[in-house]
C-alpha cells in the first residue's frame, strides 16, 4: 500500500476528499449533536477550511484523515484518519487517530472499521512506535471506539486541551494509546 493512497475495508472507502464532499462536511460540522463535543459548530467557511487543511496535509505527508465512503450506500459519510498531533502536551508530538461521521450513519461500526484500517496504516506503512486518542471525558461514543480498536486509556496522559480556555466545559481531555506490540496483539 503507497502512502496517500486509498484504503479500502470490506464496507468502505477511506479517500481523498472532493469538491462535492465539501456540502455535506460543512451539514455535519453544523449539526449541534455531531459538534457536542467540540467548542462548537462550524460554519460553512470555517468547515471548508478545514478540508483545505486536511488536503494540504495529504500533500505534505500523504495520509490524513481520509473522506469515508460507503460504495453503494453514501458518497461521503464523514472522516476516519490520522493526524499529527502538535499542540503543547506531555504525550505530544504524537499521531492522532481520529473519527466524525455523520449522524445518520453512527450505530454501524464504520468508525472502527475505518479506525482499524488508519491504525493499520500507522503500523504497517508509516512504522510508528504509538498511535493516541483522545477525547473530552464524557465522549463516551468515541471513547467506546478507541477501546474496540485496543486502545487503553492512560489516566496518568489525561490534560487540559491548551487551545481551550481555562474552565471550559470540554477543556478536561482523557489520552488513549496503543502501541505495536498492543496493536499486534489486536489484530
Ligand atoms: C465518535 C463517532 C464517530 C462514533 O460513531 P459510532 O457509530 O458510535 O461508532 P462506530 O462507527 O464504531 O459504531 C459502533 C457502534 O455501532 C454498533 N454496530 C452496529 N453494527 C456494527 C458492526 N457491523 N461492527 C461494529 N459495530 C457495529 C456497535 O454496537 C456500536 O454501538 P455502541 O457503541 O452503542 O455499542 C460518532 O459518534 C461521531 O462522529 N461523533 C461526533 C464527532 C466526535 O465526537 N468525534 C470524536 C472526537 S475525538
Known sequence: MRAGSELRTARLVLRRWRDDDREPFAALNDDPV???H???RLSR???DDFVDRIEAGF???GYGLWAVEVPGEAPFIGFVGLNPA???APFTPALEVG???DRAHWGQGYATEGGRAALAFAFGELQVAE???FTTVRNDRS???MERLGLRHDPDGDFEHPALPEGHRIRPHVLYRIDRTAWESAV
Do not use: A, N
Open 34 to 36: 455531531v459538534m457536542e
Open 38 to 40: 467540540f467548542p462548537g
Open 143 to 145: 471513547r467506546r471506539v
Open 99 to 101: 473519527w466524525r461521521l
Open 59 to 61: 500533500e505534505e505527508r
Open 86 to 88: 502538535t499542540f503543547d
Open 45 to 47: 467557511d470555517k468547515s
Open 131 to 133: 498511535v493516541v486518542s
